[in-house]
């Protein structure tokens, strides 16, 4: 609630006519307030939706550089920014918007650092939204199932600019790649799909298994205090990504379940 138009209207009202001033000034000040919250409230609403906007642009843009690095966008690629643009709610306009978006990362004139530098002033105080886009770009180069030299020379390239040291970066890769993996197996398996799957899971967490159980614990409750979509929600985490979220703490609690079962 704002009050400071009633405190100046009030004190500046009683220095010309005293208590009538004071009550003139006060009621002044009151609509003063009034119209000032609602016009903050509107350029807030604004430039939120602006933030949001800017945020999906440079994300499938980014996301179409990388798609047309290795010469040619494969099929999978397509899928992988059309599955993101349903998950995420994209309609009308601003489905038409994030297509057009991906078909401007394509081109050759696209310039990366740019939108790197638009990024870092969306997501200004945001660590969650940057490490989300730079988790969303590495499934988006491994969408094929391949890492390109190119993509991965992008994804280095996107770490530089948002101050992410490349050997963070490479962990960051192996993790959520380990993750996809992880994600995509399910029923039965056979003994080598198992081993694989706890190799996995071993990676998701950025454990191994000399890792003490209390240090994996620990692990485990600072991805998912990254990660759970609660916390993400206080934070402010735009709707449309809390698919993301979710899936990202299930895949966490999943490797966490599994690592501990084998241990038992």
């Known amino acids: 609630m704002r009050i400071w138009g009633r405190v100046f209207g009030t004190l500046l009202g009683f220095l010309v006519g005293r208590i009538i001033g004071a009550a003139v000034g006060f009621y002044l000040g009151y609509k003063f307030d009034q119209g000032l919250g609602g016009d903050f409230s509107a350029f807030n609403q604004q430039n939120e939706t602006q933030r949001q906007n800017d945020f999906f642009y440079v994300t499938f843009s980014v996301m179409g550089h990388i798609a047309k690095a290795s010469g040619q966008v ?12 349903n998950r995420w709610g994209l309609t009308g306009d601003a489905r038409q918007a994030a297509q057009n978006a991906f ?6 004139h696209f ?10 002033r969306v997501c200004f105080g945001r660590q969650d939204l940057l490490q989300m886009f730079v988790e969303i770009q590495i499934q988006a180069a491994f969408a094929d199932d391949d890492l390109h030299p190119k993509e991965r020379e992008i994804l280095h390239g996107i770490g530089a600019a948002l101050g992410i040291p490349a050997r963070h970066l490479d962990f960051m890769l192996d993790r959520i790649i380990a993750g996809e993996h992880f994600h995509q197996q399910g029923g039965q398996q056979s003994p080598a799909q198992q081993k694989q799957r706890l190799e996995d899971a071993y990676k998701i967490l950025g454990v191994t298994p000399q890792t003490s159980a209390r240090d994996v614990k620990k692990a485990y409750r600072k991805l998912m205090a990254q990660h759970h979509p609660d916390k993400l929600i206080a934070k402010g985490l735009p709707p449309q990504l809390m698919e993301d979220a979710k899936q990202k703490a299930q895949d966490i609690q999943a490797a966490y379940e599994l690592i501990s079962k084998q241990a038992a």
């Open 74 to 85: 494969s099929a999978d690629e397509i899928a992988f920014a059309s599955g993101h643009m």
């Open 103 to 108: 078909g401007d990362g394509k081109q050759p």
């Open 111 to 120: 310039n990366l650092q740019e939108q790197m530098k638009t990024l870092k």
